[in-house]
């Protein structure tokens, strides 16, 4: 109670404003808050509009009730048309929940991207003490906020995907550094149930980089929910719909209309069974409260007639084209009959593959390369087979046979006695939803094959190699035409889908499919397999299959604990359990034992591929425990497989090579299948489909940040070790480069990095960033601290790591970047920030002039060595380079070509500093604008200014007298003697803000009344004069070109860090017009090299130590990780006084 209390005395937005505009009539004891503000700038304001728009309006009214009633409907119109002008069209949500979205934005600094899904009240357990405040759950993060004891900003921003563990009346949260608890929740189980959802969405994104996109069709409720958002709803609607689809294994995008209680008559017992009927757009769905009683799917193709029964009370019957069902609900009709009936072709359309093309277009190979022998022959074995069909076929008489059959507890009888060679491909369609996908979809596996036929690619290249490992021993891929037809699935599959493509394993079990169906069956079988039933299986981190593994796991520990440990300790788990899974068994045991098990898989799910993993490990305990080494495991296990046997089968024994290869001289007891299944639903039966889904959830997490984590690691090797940085800071490096990329994703920035990220790339490119985001990253990661000027630094330092040109840098280039600032002698530093200063890194617009010069030096052939490298080629035959050029931008690159790029990289590599190409003026000027910036914040401050304009006087001197060596005339000696210097003068008053400047030969200026201990001495140069003519010095020497020009005394105290550029002017040599731009007015004769640079910086000790001190880049990784969120809000809708 103290705590709420306090929550709600201290809460800022309880509190009165210190300025208020109130509405109190005469007569009445009770005032209105028409406008507040926390300045008296801003309630003036208020006020003021106030004046104009509303008080000559009032004196129209007769009465003070008709003034306060206007004033009430005014303002309240203006807050509503506000709130929906902040609010997307088309927003459904509440009032009180636009409230909380905005208050979010602001306390966080989240953009308009990132959706508020819901916000509860609760306590965050900080040590002992709870603090009460507000849990807010977004798309992408976790967020909690509490006023207690007045520290508003306790924001703990963790991001929701981590929600691992609910205990007892309080949710954990475990983040890569913390443990986080939660707790005080009026409906706990809602709010951890969201937390999973939101969890699953990051994972899903991190996995395949599906960002979250909302449902726009979503079907808008009748009466709104007072605080649900319509996001919660799109997000309970998914939840449902994916429950709903795994039940009766629809397709993906069925999505649920309704359900509503109800009981089916079943006529195979006479009985009326409770339960739920679902409604969907194609589906009509009924699942009994009682697991095995009864399910039943109808498609809507498949009703015929629907109308009322005498049977029951209040009945309704659905004709299909099978036995009648008659539901009992008062509601059903009319929701039924608004659904569309005629949605697919007919049953017998549904083979649309060309028969005479290939045998396998209409039948499995099984029955092509078997023939059809008599029962009879096979003796007992026949007999048996013969049982089983009669079975079945009672059973499809009592229940219906097809799609709308029912579904109890005796059809999973049969299927654990057995079914039928001759109903195997019928029955693996109808219990895997693969008939409902194909009769919908009739012509589709006919068209991608015609697609995908002589396409080439990574995929098909995987293909071809494995083709023929794909069950070499039996008969049907021993020739041409299995061959062909698993060729043609397998390539429309990964044409459907490229974001599998091809895994291995999926030829195995897709050669297994063909024996038992037809093309198009076994193609839509492989649809439900990879896309539903094993989701995540087949991709190129077999993902699936790892959740599973950690399901495994955990299960023996559950069941086996004596056996978990020494299995953890052996490594067998990780070994066996993808073999297994991946390939449903089909891979370890022999062929006609493993399809017992895919029988069950297809009608119960991976339930039984957990089960009969359990009851393997359980039937080999003793053996595995006396095990030494992880190789002795596997042989125990893999003799052991090799000898489940199915001695009902009637197929002629397929040589299992496994068995060959692991067989002994004392060869373990034959295992029944049949007793295997069995003792594995006695022991291991209280499994659940919805446990292994909660499972599934937790070990996602786990596999998913496992796989982030290994990324991580191979990225960071991949770094040279010259770089500079420990592996730690590295990895801390990584996590934040790789959540500026991830927040392009989260927010739909539309710029280039949030193209989705490639998870087949190689690590080191899936995650990169633009210039923006390293624009971010710099500021708040660089030793070079350059106040104003750092987003043009930061731009400059991108155009040089951006290699290749492609507006994106990957880790290694960014890492790149920053250990030039961090690790290096001067030298290596000093070279750095010289690059940044000349093209590429100067932009088009920012070296104008370099490039004047440029095109000057090119036609000097005795200055060659300013030129770039690239430019300097060895031919002086210009068109034959153009043609070079030319054939080299159409011709596609050859393997010559990727030689000559990777010498090019080895020479880059040797770069000494006698390499750097020459600077001109206009690039020393930007090169001195950035030095001043940099020193602004440093507490040597005032000695660097010192030393810098000591060093730029002396460099600008060393260039004057450079040119009398450059073997050159001056450009301007031909040009008459104009009058500029009477002129420039004429100019200087132009500016009032600053004072007359004086100027002597050799002397000092000083500019206004600025101190004159914050003076940068500027060497005079060429007279570039962009900036404030009244900065510009007359010199009596300018007459001539060739005398050393004067050097002025500049106030730093009058001049902004951004303009130092503009001010800066160098005067002397070129008497052209001090307004010209940049490479009109510099004198292009004039150079530095980087040499003389690095000399006169080593005459200041003080430069010397600025440039060698040590910056510990941790400290600036937890800075940035602080406030990292503040930088995704826009600058106009920033809020003064937000704390964070």
Known sequence: LLVGTLDVVLDSSARVAPYRILHQTQDSQVYWTVACGSSRKEITKHWEWLENNLLQTLSIFDSEEDITTFIKGKIHGIIAEENKNLQPQGDEDPGKFKEAELKMRKQFGMPEGEKLVNYYSCSFWKGRVPRQGWLYLTVNHLCFY????????????????????????????????????????????????????????????????????????????????????????????????????????????ERLDGHTGCTLWTPFNKLHIPGQMFISNNYICFASKEEDACHLIIPLREVSSLGSSDVAPTPHSLGTRTPKSIVDSSSAPQEVSEQPTSLASPLSSHQSFCAQEAPTASQGLLKLFQGNSPMEDLGAKGAKEKMKEESWNIHFFEYGRGVCMYRTARTRELVLKGVPESLRGELWLLFSGAWNEMVTHPGYYAELVEKSTGKYSLATEEIERDLHRSMPEHPAFQNELGIAALRRVLTAYAFRNPTIGYCQAMNIVTSVLLLYGSEEEAFWLLVALCERMLPDYYNTRVVGALVDQGIFEELTRDFLPQLSEKMQDLGVISSISLSWFLTLFLSVMPFESAVVIVDCFFYEGIKVILQVALAVLDANMEQLLGCSDEGEAMTVLGRYLDNVVNKQSVSPPIPHLHALLTSGDDPPAEVDIFELLKV???????????????????????????????????????????????????????????????????????????????????????????????????????????????????????????????????????????????HGDLTEKLKVLYKLHLPPALSPEEAESALDAARYFTDDSSSEEVLPPEERERSGDNDVQEKRGEEKATSPPDYRHYLRVWAQEKEAQKETIKHLPKMNQEQFIELCKTLYNM????????????????????????????????????????????????????????????????????????????????????????????GSPSQLLSDEDTKDDMSMSSYSVVSTGSLQCEDLADDMVLVGGDGRSPTARMGGSVDADWCISFEQILASVLTESVLVTFFEKRVDVGLKIKDQKKVERQFSTSSEHEQPGVSG
């Open 146 to 253: 509490s006023f207690l004891l007045g520290k508003e900003g306790e924001h703990l921003q963790a991001t929701a995907k981590n929600a691992t563990l609910l205990f007892p009346e309080s949710i954990r949260v475990d983040t890569r550094d913390q443990e986080l608890f939660f707790s005080m929740f009026l409906n706990i189980g809602e709010t951890f149930k969201l937390m999973e959802q939101l969890a699953n969405l990051a994972m899903r994104q991190l996995l395949d980089s599906e960002g979250f996109l909302e449902d726009k069709a979503l079907p808008r409720p009748v009466r709104p929910h007072r605080n649900i958002s319509a996001l919660k709803r799109d997000l309970d609607a998914r939840a449902k719909n994916e429950c709903y689809r795994a039940t009766f294994r629809l397709p993906r995008d």
């Open 680 to 822: 594995s639903y006695e022991k291991f039966s209280s499994l659940r489909a919805d446990d292994i889904e909660q499972m599934r959830f937790k070990q996602r997490l786990k596999v998913i940040q496992s796989l982030e984590d290994t990324a991580k690691r191979s990225v960071v090797r991949a770094i040279p070790v010259d770089i500079g940085f420990s592996i730690e800071e590295l990895e801390d490096l990584y996590m934040v480069f790789k959540a500026k990329h991830l927040a392009s994703q989260y927010w739909g920035s539309s710029s280039m990095a949030a193209v989705r990220r490639d998870p087949s790339l190689p690590y080191l490119e899936q995650y990169r960033i633009d210039a923006s985001q390293f624009q971010d990253l710099f500021a708040s990661l660089t030793p070079w601290a350059c106040g104003s000027h750092t987003p043009v630094l930061a731009g400059r330092m991108f155009r040089l790591l951006d290699q290749n040109k492609d507006l994106l840098i990957n880790f290694k280039e960014f890492v790149t970047g920053m250990s030039g600032m961090y």
């Open 935 to 1026: 020193f602004s914040e440093d507490p040597m401050e005032q000695d660097l200014y010192h030393a810098i304009a000591t060093v730029a006087s002396l460099l600008l001197r060393i260039g004057e007298v450079g040119k009398k060596f450059s073997g050159r005339k001056p450009r301007d000696s031909d040009e008459p003697p104009a009058p500029e210097p009477h002129r420039d003068p004429a100019r200087e008053p132009q500016p009032p803000a600053v004072g007359d400047p004086q100027a002597k030969a050799g002397g000092d200026a000083h500019l206004g009344k600025a101190p004159p201990e914050s003076q940068v001495v500027v060497e005079a140069g060429s007279g570039e004069g962009r």
